[in-house]
């Protein structure tokens, strides 16, 4: 199928595009862009993008498909439908599913899958440790050479290693985990959290002790962040830290960049839209690990964004059943899903208040991802892969959890009034999705 989207603005960062254009789309490929107007094919499907972003593909380093072992929570399809309905056209899945994503059975399982859905490119971080345990080390070697769509766009079977849902305790363990990845050029994920401070249910503060309950330092968080950036300086690794949420954790990436270790940083849209304030006690919809923090905290992370210090935005998408959530705060799950309001979110927040100008926020979710993972995506150009996001910036409604196409109904996001939708989802040359009531 031979596409041109016209009239609307191309914003690609990577090679500092924010024009009106035409986009021609031929054999999965971007084949040119020209001037609103100047041609028009016979032979093509239009798509009318007027008043619209054109954007490469969203990528999305963090989200939790539950595939293996809960998928009554979510799977591969919901997952991939979720994310194409998000903008998205790239997703990295976590390794905490059940069993643990160590091993090339369960890889070959989830890569199948994923070939076989929508067309959103699924790839896997494997574990660092087997089954998540801490004990002994993944076969990374092994991992690494499996023939999976991840192969295709990086060269490696995984795109990452990761012990998400928490850190690798054993600071030796984790030296010799880095110095591994170093040798094969795999970014690690660090899920950074000193389990030895945690075990609360948010953050620990004013508000933990107006209702009671026990709360989370953010030292927990600060000490493994400090721990690994030093790591990584010793071993050369390239190091990520996931869903970063305190002004201590910033001030550390800071140094770490200043000395030129590799590191970068992520952050999720609940810790530069929400704070501590928004958790209450009847339920668990604002419950998520990290918690969400101070005003100071969540002030210092839009400052971080801007200034450069966080590299992305990720969704840390982690869908639970009502079961779950719509409980009492001390017995809910930790985790909320976002990748049907990350882009929304991100526009009503810090685009339309100015704090980031529309080409920084689509390098946050597109291009740095794609940066950091070491993909041929994130960018608009002849020749690029045609992995696009048309996206409806003016449009206002409410965010309805039962209109997701997740699985997931779990946000704290429900009511509220924002800007930004995706319209149409193209991956490889193909719409993948398209929503007809934004037409």
């Given at each position: 199928m031979?596409?041109?989207?016209r ?7 990577a ?13 999965g490929?971007?084949a ?8 028009l094919?016979?032979d093509?499907q ?18 939790h ?7 009554h ?5 919901s997952g ?20 643990a ?7 070959k399982?989830?890569?199948g ?5 929508c067309?959103?490119n ?10 998540l ?7 990374q070697?092994?991992l690494?050479?499996?023939p999976?769509?991840c192969?295709?766009?990086t060269?490696k ?12 305790d054993?600071?030796a363990l984790m030296l ?11 970014p690690?994920?660090?899920?950074a ?14 508000r933990s002790?107006e ?18 950036i ?8 390239r190091?990520?830290?996931?869903h ?8 550390q990436?800071r140094?770490?960049k200043?000395?030129?270790i ?10 530069f839209?929400?704070?501590?304030e ?14 969400l923090?101070s005003?100071?905290?969540?002030d210092?992370?839009i400052d971080?964004l801007k200034?450069?210090t966080?590299?992305?935005?990720a969704?840390?998408h ?6 779950e959530k719509?409980?009492p ?21 810090l685009?339309k208040?100015?704090?980031l ?7 946050k979710?597109?291009?740095a991802?794609?940066?950091i993972?070491?993909i ?7 020749g690029s ?11 206002e ?8 196409l ?7 996001f429900g ?5 930004g ?13 398209h ?5």
């Open positions: 031979r596409y041109c989207i009239g609307g603005l191309v914003i690609s960062p090679n500092n595009i924010e024009q009106k254009r035409d986009i021609f789309i031929e054999n490929l971007i040119k862009l020209t001037e609103p107007g100047k041609e094919p016979e093509a239009t798509i009318d993008a007027t008043g619209k972003w054109i954007v490469p593909g969203l990528i999305d380093l963090h989200v498909f539950r595939d293996p072992g809960q998928t929570k979510e799977d591969a399809v991939c439908h979720a994310a194409a309905a998000g903008g998205f056209t790239t997703v990295c899945c976590m390794p905490n599913t059940v069993p994503m160590d091993n090339a059975e369960i890889l399982y989830l890569d899958k994923g070939k076989k859905m067309g959103v699924l790839l896997m971080v494997s574990a660092i440790t087997e089954g345990k801490g004990i002994s080390l993944t076969d070697k092994a690494t050479a499996i999976t769509r192969a295709e766009l060269g079977g995984v795109a990452a290693i990761s012990e998400d849902g928490k850190s690798v054993e600071t010799e985990g880095m110095k591994l990845a170093a040798e094969l050029d795999l690690v994920f660090s899920h959290e000193e389990r030895a401070l945690s075990g609360g249910v948010m953050n620990l503060g004013a002790a209702l009671g309950v026990r709360g989370i330092p953010p030292e927990a968080e600060e000490l493994i962040v400090a721990r690994d030093l790591l990584a300086g010793y071993t050369g690794c190091l990520h830290l996931c970063i949420s305190t002004k201590g954790s910033i001030e990436i140094l770490g200043s000395r030129r590799r590191v970068t940083a992520e952050t999720a849209p609940h810790y839209t929400l704070t501590e928004a958790v209450n006690i009847e339920n668990g919809l604002a419950k998520m690990n990290p918690p923090r005003r100071e905290d969540r210092a992370v971080a200034d450069g966080i590299d992305a935005i969704t840390d982690a869908p639970h059943s009502a079961e719509e409980v705060l001390t017995e809910a799950a930790f985790g909320i899903v976002g990748l049907e309001t990350a882009f929304a979110l991100g526009l009503t927040v685009v208040k100015g704090r100008t529309p080409s920084q926020f689509i390098k979710m597109s291009t991802p794609a940066e993972l070491g041929d995506r994130g960018m608009i150009a002849p892969a045609a992995d696009l996001a048309i996206l409806d910036v003016d449009r409604y409410v965010i309805n959890p039962s209109a997701f997740s699985q997931g109904r779990n946000t704290p009511g509220m009034k924002v800007y939708k995706a319209v149409v989802t193209i991956a490889g040359g193909k719409v993948v999705y929503d007809r009531s934004f037409d």
